[in-house]
């Protein structure tokens, strides 16, 4: 079993940055891809950014270049970087964990997840 808890989400205006973590208990993180999706109101839930095992990552066309996930297997946990972050990066913003047959961008392709911690950007 996994646990996730994710912390940093907070209010920023446009072209700010944050950073967001996600502390894993358990043990094996660092054989778990780790990946980052968020969740506007009203909208579906959309991947942002993944990384596996041995460091590789990836991130969709909406946040590369702004968005940069890294992880540290002695903390148990996974940043996400973001920068020059627009209004519509506004939302909750979810940690998740898988062991195997991940596929970064499909989140029922991951065993466990955070709560969530939200982001809003101003205007």
């Known amino acids: 079993q996994v646990q996730l808890v994710e912390s940093g989400g907070g209010l920023v205006q446009a072209g700010g940055s944050l950073r967001l973590s996600c502390a894993a208990s358990g043990r094996s993180f660092s054989t778990y891809t780790m990946g980052w999706f968020r969740q506007a109101p009203g909208k579906e839930r959309e991947f942002v950014a993944g990384i596996n095992w041995g460091g590789s990552t990836y991130y969709p066309d909406s946040v590369k270049g702004r968005f940069t996930i890294s992880r540290d297997n002695v903390k148990n946990t996974v940043y996400l970087q973001m920068t020059s972050l627009k209004p519509e990066d506004t939302a909750v913003y979810y940690c998740?964990?898988?062991?195997?047959?991940?596929?970064?961008?499909?989140?029922?392709?991951?065993?466990?997840w955070g709560q969530g911690t939200q982001v809003t950007v101003s205007s």
């Open positions: 998740a964990a898988g062991s195997s047959g991940i596929v970064y961008y499909i989140g029922s392709s991951y065993d466990y």
